[in-house]
């Protein structure tokens, strides 16, 4: 089902700025009796909501490669993780927390953690060189988004977009305020973007933050306590926080 009435799109410039937006959305839907959660997400370039097993070009079909790919991590991980998951679900945020291409995408309950997403690195460049602006994007759910466990279902038997809390399976996620859409397929076999889809579409907004403004918004983020030592508390985390305070990003 997609639709192409353009999405609501703001800009921000400043973080400050981009804090009041947010928090006149939440205002907004709570003045029509809507109280559910919003999630964040913040990317570099402003690219489809799709996962990133979608993006990808597949060395075959991709619906037998997508089974492949979750058997054959779920056969080799006992030796490098101690973190034993208990269904399907556990499994794919796992995988999807490694870097395996996954059907999930991963958005967060904190603003500011997905517009340091947005901000971390130099923008993007065109074909011409210019550089691109980056975006947040905000989601309205609703209660019936989520998943609710225990449940029958399996993350691979859902056509529509659902939402569910993995268990923290590092201290990323907990630290990132993580959570994660698993997106389902069309009958024949595509994955929709969230901004295409009608059922989806009229509960996204869109924040655009200039390129030019991604080094401001990195301080002013760095001076709220927001560094890649927060989001990723690990030596990963603190190295990369160290480089970013000490060279020109």
């Known amino acids: 089902m997609q639709n192409t009435t353009s999405i609501t799109t703001h800009s921000a410039t400043c973080v400050s700025s981009f804090l009041a937006l947010a928090e006149k959305i939440k205002k907004d839907e709570i003045d029509i009796g809507n109280k559910a959660d919003f999630l964040f997400r913040g990317q570099n370039t402003d690219e489809p909501l799709i996962p990133r097993i979608a993006r990808l070009k597949p060395k075959g079909d991709l619906k037998k490669i997508e089974s492949l790919l979750i058997d054959e991590f779920e056969r080799l991980i006992p030796p ?77 038997t859902k056509r529509k977009m659902r939402i569910f809390r993995p268990r923290s399976v590092s201290r990323r996620i907990l630290a990132q305020s993580g959570i994660l859409t698993c997106h389902g397929r069309t009958k024949e076999g595509k994955f929709i973007p969230l901004e295409l889809h009608s059922d989806y579409k009229n509960r996204l907004v869109k924040i655009r933050i200039p390129a030019e403004g991604f080094a401001v918004v990195r301080e002013q983020l760095v001076a709220s306590g927001v560094t890649r030592a927060s989001l990723f508390p690990d030596l990963d985390g603190l190295a990369g926080h160290l480089q970013l305070r000490y060279f020109h990003h």
Request: charged share 20%.
């Open 80 to 156: 490098f993780t101690e973190f034993e998951p208990r269904n399907q679900w556990e499994l794919l945020a796992l995988a999807q927390h490694h870097g395996l291409p996954t059907r999930l995408l991963d958005w967060s309950y904190s603003a500011l953690a997905a517009l340091w997403f947005c901000v971390n690195e130099t923008p993007k460049k065109n074909e011409s060189g210019a550089n691109v602006n980056g975006v947040v994007w905000l989601l309205k759910t609703s209660p019936k988004d989520f998943i609710h466990f225990p449940t029958k279902d399996t993350p691979f």
